[in-house]
């Protein structure tokens, strides 16, 4: 059975810095991960999505990378803004079923 | 292009009552899923729908929970009874995947926040 995990579970970090969220996964038979993020009590927004045959993607300040061999993927901010606080999720979608697999979330406050 | 859609935004009900949400998928989006988020957690997959057919069902507590998609487009989930445990926020989300081409984007709507109490 499939297992995502994210660490850390909680971040805070003054605006402008670099910062790097971390996705882990036990499988690595995935057709993708995908990146979405999570407003409190809102829906979430997709941010990024990775095919199994693609290193990496961006978008604007964001990078995904993934690594299937390792079962870890990263999501990288570059120059972070307090508009970037909120929930930041990972989730894959694995060869033995076509729904998707969520891991626990990453909270994230960027301080003014 | 419109986003999906969901109704009610939340939804207060008491124990052993029961309540219906709606999901209406981006036009197109042959996939529908709904999602259980307890808070704290990640999001749980309910139940899949492919067109009007279900792809899987198997955390779907089937005793109160059901949910169907006729004509393939719009979809309703049903609870009933509801437990105290219920109380989530319920996910909709739709994607493009037909058959086994599954490396499609997931699009969410803003889900349904239910207390149960």
């Known amino acids: 059975k499939q297992e995502v995990t994210q660490i850390p579970a909680a971040l805070s970090v003054p605006e402008g810095e670099n910062l790097v969220l971390n996705c882990s996964f036990t499988d690595s038979a995935i057709y993708n991960l995908q990146w979405f993020r999570q407003d409190p009590g809102k829906g979430l927004t997709s941010l990024l999505l990775?095919?199994?045959?693609?290193r990496e993607q961006t978008s604007g300040r964001l990078n995904a990378s993934l690594d299937k061999s390792s079962g870890r993927s990263t999501l990288y901010i570059a120059a972070s803004q307090p508009g970037d606080s909120a929930t930041y999720l990972c989730?894959?979608?694995?060869?033995?079923?076509?729904?998707?697999?969520f891991g626990p979330g990453t909270r994230l406050s960027v301080l003014p | 292009e419109a986003g999906v859609a969901q109704s009610p935004r939340y939804k207060i009900i008491e124990k052993r009552q029961s309540v219906a949400f709606w999901c209406n998928p981006i036009s197109g989006h042959a996939t529908l899923y709904w999602y259980q988020q307890i808070l704290g957690q990640g999001p749980k997959l309910l139940i899949q729908f492919q067109n009007n057919g279900v792809v899987d069902d198997s955390q779907l507590p089937k005793d109160r929970f059901s949910a169907e998609r006729l004509k393939g487009v719009d979809s309703t989930l049903k609870i009933q009874p509801a437990k105290l445990e219920d109380s989530a926020v319920y996910l909709c989300?739709?994607?493009?995947?037909?058959?086994?081409?599954?490396?499609?984007?997931?699009?969410f709507g803003q889900g349904t926040r239910l207390t149960v109490v």
């Open positions: 989300a739709s994607s493009r995947d037909r058959g086994r081409a599954v490396n499609t984007e997931a699009f």
């Open positions: 990775i095919q199994s045959s693609q």
């Open positions: 989730a894959l979608r694995d060869n033995y079923g076509q729904n998707f697999v």
